[in-house]
């Protein structure tokens, strides 16, 4: 096993045994809405675990990661159109009103402020095209950041984790010229016992047609 391959099947391996069901829940809220041959841009793509679903479903995917190896570990599956991309960075490299949908798993809960994300899918995607994303629910009353500890996050430092309202994603989607379809909560959780879980949503939005 190359170095890829070895560093996939770990990422991937550790998905599946902690349960992470993100990218089951986002193509599930966002199937009966897409078509084969439609284009779908995966924001933060990672090992492409948030895309399979729509290959299999006959999408056309492009992806963007700030990680070379993530775009290795996507090129050893077969995902081809990728680019080498810093999400908190704009422009993205694709044209205004480019792709039919996009989806983003996995990534939004590493930051604070999602207007550029927002601003960048509004601007790529096609009048009624789809954003599926998932972040960190915000409870009422809660807190606006967890700290998760070096045991759970397969490294030997503590990453900050941001939680985001229902009225916060409401205010971006609008400001950025998207209208609500569905969402739902979820659990992520951090360890293969399934003891320690992160409250998210997921969403499916759609860019407005005027």
């Not at 983003?104 to 009624?128: D, M, T, W």
Request: some cysteine; overall charge negative; glycine content about 10%.
């Amino acid at each position: 096993m190359d170095q890829t391959d070895e560093f996939v099947h770990s990422y991937d391996d550790e998905a599946e045994a902690t349960g992470w069901l993100g990218p089951e829940i986002a193509f599930g809220l966002t199937y009966a809405f897409v078509k084969p041959g439609q284009s779908l841009l995966d924001i933060g793509i990672g090992t492409g675990l948030g895309s399979i679903l729509f290959r299999k479903a006959g999408l056309e995917i492009h992806g963007m990661d700030i990680s070379p190896q993530m775009l290795d570990a996507c090129r050893s599956k077969g995902f081809m159109s990728l680019h080498l991309h810093d999400l908190c960075k704009t422009p993205y490299p694709f044209d205004g009103k480019s792709m039919d949908h996009a989806v983003c798993c996995g990534v939004l809960q590493f930051f604070s402020n999602l207007s550029p994300v927002f601003q960048e899918a509004g601007r790529i995607l096609k009048k009624g095209g789809l954003f599926v994303f998932i972040v960190g629910d915000r409870q009422e009353n809660g807190a606006s950041s967890i700290e998760v500890g070096a045991e759970h996050t397969q490294s030997d430092r503590t990453v900050t984790m941001y939680m985001h309202s229902v009225e916060q994603i409401a205010e971006w989607m609008a400001l950025n010229g998207f209208e609500p379809v569905r969402n739902m909560p979820f659990t992520v959780f951090m360890d293969r016992e399934k003891i320690h879980g992160l409250p998210a949503r997921c969403y499916l939005a759609r860019k407005r047609m005027g």
